[in-house]
Structures are given as C-alpha cells and as structure tokens.
C-alpha cells in the first residue's frame, strides 16, 4: 500500500506562489506515474499536471501550462508541484495521485492511490 500525504498549501494573493509537495511513504513510489488533481467547492475533481516515473514526461492542464511546474525526487519519494502567478481561480483542494502505471493518465480513475488533500486559497 501507498500512502500520500500532501503539504504546502496555505493563502495567497493573486501573482503569488506556493510549492506543494507530495510525501509518500508504504512503499517506493520511484516507479508510479503521480499527479495532481483539485478540486473547487461544488465543482468536480480536475487533473492539474502528472509526471512519469523517470520524470522525463509531464503533462499539464492548459489552464495551468506554463505557471505550474510538476517534478518529483524519488531519492526522496517526493512530489512536488510549484505553482507560480497564481490565480484566484486556482482556488481549490489539491489532491496527489499515484498509481504504478506505464504511461501519464489525466482521469481520476487511473489513480489508484490518493492523498487528503491541502488546500490553496488565492486572493484577489
């Protein structure tokens, strides 16, 4: 089993930055695709960006392409997701995802694995 654990979330103003990191412990995650999802209130869970397990491949939203930058150190069985000019509407509950998969997936139910969550809150 793998647990996920998030962290770095907090509140921001618009333009501002936040480093979210993905802690996994239970067992290696050096060879899982990970990703990011959020999650807005009353809104339905949606992918932000995932990573390959060699790191090489990423994938992003576009709502999020070239403001947030996915990368991760297996040495540290880490993930972390830098996120710069943040938008209010980047508002939302980030969730980490893992799952020993071959390829990068954007659907929810590609991941077997789930963190609880850390919550980012962008002000205007």
């Known amino acids: 089993q793998v647990q996920l654990v998030e962290s770095g979330g907090g509140s921001v103003q618009a333009g501002g930055s936040l480093r979210l990191s993905c802690a996994a412990s239970?067992?290696?995650?050096?060879?899982?695709?990970t990703a990011w999802f959020r999650q807005a209130p009353g809104k339905e869970r949606e992918f932000v960006a995932a990573?390959?397990?060699?790191?090489?491949?990423?994938n992003y939203a576009d709502s999020v392409k070239g403001r947030f930058t996915i990368s991760r150190d297996n040495a540290k069985n880490t993930v972390f997701l830098q996120m710069n000019s943040l938008k209010p509407e980047d508002t939302a509950v980030y969730y980490c995802?893992?799952?020993?998969?071959?390829?990068?997936?954007?659907?929810?139910?590609?991941?077997?694995?789930w963190g609880r969550g850390t919550q980012v809150t962008v002000s205007s």
């Open positions: 995802a893992a799952d020993r998969r071959l390829s990068i997936a954007t659907l929810t139910s590609a991941y077997d694995y």
């Open positions: 239970g067992r290696t995650i050096s060879t899982y695709v």
């Open positions: 990573i390959s397990w060699t790191g090489v491949s990423t």
